[in-house]
Structures are given as structure tokens and as C-alpha cells.
């Protein structure tokens, strides 16, 4: 019994370093900025970070009819709509908006813009986001 606490006993600093290594390199214990900890945290809960090349697709399938081919909000159906789609290379504002911000509008929908949730996968809409982000850059 003395041997088998003192091997388990052993192996748990190792295991406390294990994961106490592991909070420093996403930067819990580091103080780093939330924007990094909601990042990896939204990569991580998806199982997949975001593609900007697959976010391509699926906003020329779904997107640039109204946001236009360069994110301008200048897209063939932009002029029927009583307000005009959100202009993606804006710096200024696109630096308001948190990636959440857009997945929700993306989600639920903001007016003039209908709502995407039911037609895109969580994984698409993280794509989605990571492409119009391009835009401002």
C-alpha cells in the first residue's frame, strides 16, 4: 500500500505540471488578452478553427448577393433592400465587432438580413466569419 500511494503521489505533480503547462500556452495563467482566450475557445468548442478558403464558398453561396463580391455591401440585391448591407472592409467598424457579434448576426439575422442558423452549420459560420474578416485587413 505505502509503495502504491507513494508511485500515485509521484505522478501527481507530473500531472499538475502537465496541466499547468497546458493553462500557460493558451494564456490562462499568463494574463493574455481575452480576444486569444475567445479565439482558441471558439476554435476548440467548434473542433475545428475557422477557414477563411472554405468561408469563401459558402459567402459566395450565401452572402454576396446583398455584401457583394468584395464585401462592400454593394452586391446585385444591395439597392432593392431598405437598408444597406454592413460594409466588411471598413476597419473602423469591422474592429467593433467581435467574431460572436457576427456569428449571432449571422445566426439570428439583423435586419435587413435573414437569419443563417438553419441553413449553416456552426463550423460554416465560423468559415464565414474568418472570410469576411479578409475584407478589413
Not at 509503495?3 to 494564456?27: D, K, N
Request: proline residues 4%; contains cysteine; positive net charge.
Amino acid at each position: 500500500m505505502i509503495g502504491q500511494s507513494h508511485r500515485t503521489a509521484a505522478a501527481a505533480p507530473r500531472g499538475a505540471a502537465a496541466v499547468i503547462a497546458a493553462l500557460l500556452a493558451i494564456g490562462v495563467l499568463s494574463g493574455a488578452p481575452r480576444p486569444i482566450l475567445a479565439a482558441w475557445s471558439s476554435a476548440a468548442s467548434s473542433g475545428h478553427a475557422a477557414d477563411s478558403v472554405n468561408g469563401k464558398r459558402t459567402y459566395a453561396a450565401k452572402c454576396v448577393g446583398c455584401h457583394g463580391e468584395t464585401g462592400r455591401g454593394d452586391g446585385s440585391r444591395a439597392g432593392m433592400l431598405l437598408k444597406k448591407p454592413a460594409d466588411y472592409t471598413d476597419k473602423r467598424v469591422m474592429s467593433k465587432w467581435t467574431d460572436e457579434d457576427l456569428k449571432r448576426a449571422v445566426r439570428e439575422g439583423k435586419a435587413p438580413m435573414p437569419a443563417f442558423g438553419s441553413v449553416l452549420t456552426e463550423q460554416q459560420i465560423a468559415d464565414v466569419i474568418a472570410y469576411i474578416r479578409t475584407f478589413s485587413r
